[in-house]
């Protein structure tokens, strides 16, 4: 229960969901340092579709409340919930992320995780620093869950953006 609740927690924090608010939005679970990175933040807010936002939802699929399941082709990430529910969150998947499918664990999880961008999304990007440091100015976003397969990084992230709504 208590897994199931840190893997709610670290989604909630993750994932576009929420209204739309002017100025950043603080959850009673914000750490200081969550809070700190988001008192200035460095990007204008943008407007998520309703669609898209956080919301409970039916789930009549068979994957045990505690799951997390990545619909690239809808592209939506569930939380199963007891009862037929789910939490459903949009998302934005990467092309490599399209072609993957398959059952992962979460092999770790990250507070403001740095990110290395690969040589693909140099290309496809333009021009990024080799690292960038956890915090309000990346694009990871406040959390990430780490994607692991048969004891292995799988180097496939669920992660939130930098906005926190």
Same mark, same amino acid.
């Given at each position: 229960m208590l897994f199931a609740r840190s893997v709610l927690f670290v989604l909630t924090? $993750? !994932? $576009? =969901?929420?209204?739309?608010?002017s100025g950043p939005v603080f959850d =009673?679970?914000?750490t200081a340092r969550d809070k700190q990175? *988001? =008192?200035n933040?460095? /990007?204008q807010q943008a407007w998520i579709p309703p669609a898209y936002r956080r919301q409970i939802v039916d789930y009549h699929r068979? +994957?045990?409340? @505690?799951?997390? $399941? !990545?619909?690239?082709? =809808?592209? /939506?990430?569930y939380y199963v919930l007891p009862q037929g529910k789910a939490v459903r969150y949009g998302a934005i998947v990467g092309e490599n992320g399209q072609a993957w499918s398959g059952l992962a664990t !979460? @092999?770790?999880? &990250? +507070?403001?995780?740095?990110?290395?961008?690969? +040589?693909? +999304?140099?290309?496809? *990007?333009?021009? $990024?620093?080799? /690292? !960038? &440091? @956890? @915090?309000a100015s990346n694009p990871m976003g406040a959390r990430a869950l780490y994607l692991y397969a048969d004891g292995k990084d799988t180097l496939y992230r669920i992660h939130g953006t930098n906005q926190p709504g």
């Amino acid at each position: 229960m208590l897994f199931a609740r840190s893997v709610l927690f670290v989604l909630t924090g $993750l !994932v $576009l =969901a929420g209204c739309m608010r002017s100025g950043p939005v603080f959850d =009673a679970n914000f750490t200081a340092r969550d809070k700190q990175q *988001l =008192a200035n933040p460095p /990007y204008q807010q943008a407007w998520i579709p309703p669609a898209y936002r956080r919301q409970i939802v039916d789930y009549h699929r068979k +994957e045990t409340p @505690g799951s997390i $399941l !990545v619909d690239t082709d =809808a592209r /939506y990430v569930y939380y199963v919930l007891p009862q037929g529910k789910a939490v459903r969150y949009g998302a934005i998947v990467g092309e490599n992320g399209q072609a993957w499918s398959g059952l992962a664990t !979460v @092999g770790r999880k &990250e +507070e403001w995780p740095g990110w290395t961008p690969t +040589e693909g +999304e140099k290309r496809r *990007l333009g021009p $990024l620093p080799n /690292y !960038v &440091e @956890g @915090g309000a100015s990346n694009p990871m976003g406040a959390r990430a869950l780490y994607l692991y397969a048969d004891g292995k990084d799988t180097l496939y992230r669920i992660h939130g953006t930098n906005q926190p709504g």
